[in-house]
């Protein structure tokens, strides 16, 4: 379990996270869209193409004033890093066969008031043949949206859209989210297969 919410962070967890804001703020980020974020949300970190993502996306939830959680290896949480790791917002999730870790992540979701979960749907910075479904799993079970954010590393802009209810219907859903990227990141060709996916390009055009 983590520590209470009341307990100060550590000075390293403070100075950490000082430095991470203080290193997305000297490369020159811009974030061109700020939409409401949820106090309880899945946030998409999208698209994943360099480890400097994950500064982005805390920079981006600092701006806004969004504290981002992230989910961890279970063995991540053991002493000395315990403390320090839960401070800088992860949640620990047993990856064995015999967990289910959506089913963990929804019943943590629901015994928090304020929990902004940041998730890759993509799992891995290299080539992919299809987003995840974990994140949409979570959300629909835990009752709450899906936040699209985006960060353009070439171009050294990002942005938070707007909330995303799920109904459900993982295909309709996730049309939604992808026609959403597909507006602010039209050509960015690691996205083509979320577009591809969701039914708006075909494999032709992905591949164009």
Known sequence: MPPSTIQRPTLLSRLVKALLV????WKGWNLVETAP???????????????WDFVFF???THEVSINPSFMGKLSLFRWPLT????????IPVDRSKRANYVDQVIAEMARRDELALVIAPEGTRGDITAWRSGFYHI?????VPVVPAW???????????PAIPTTGDFDADLAKIAAYYRSVMPDHPKLAVLYRQAGLIGAEESHA
Do not use: E, Q, W
């Open 37 to 51: 974020v949820p106090r309880r949300c899945i946030i998409l970190g999208v698209p994943h193409t360099s480890n």
């Open 151 to 161: 960060v353009d590393n070439a171009k050294m802009k990002g942005g938070i859209g």
């Open 139 to 143: 959300a629909h079970g835990a009752g």
């Open 58 to 60: 805390l920079g981006a």
């Open 83 to 90: 403390r320090f790791m839960f401070d800088m917002g992860g």
């Open 22 to 25: 203080a290193l997305y703020r």
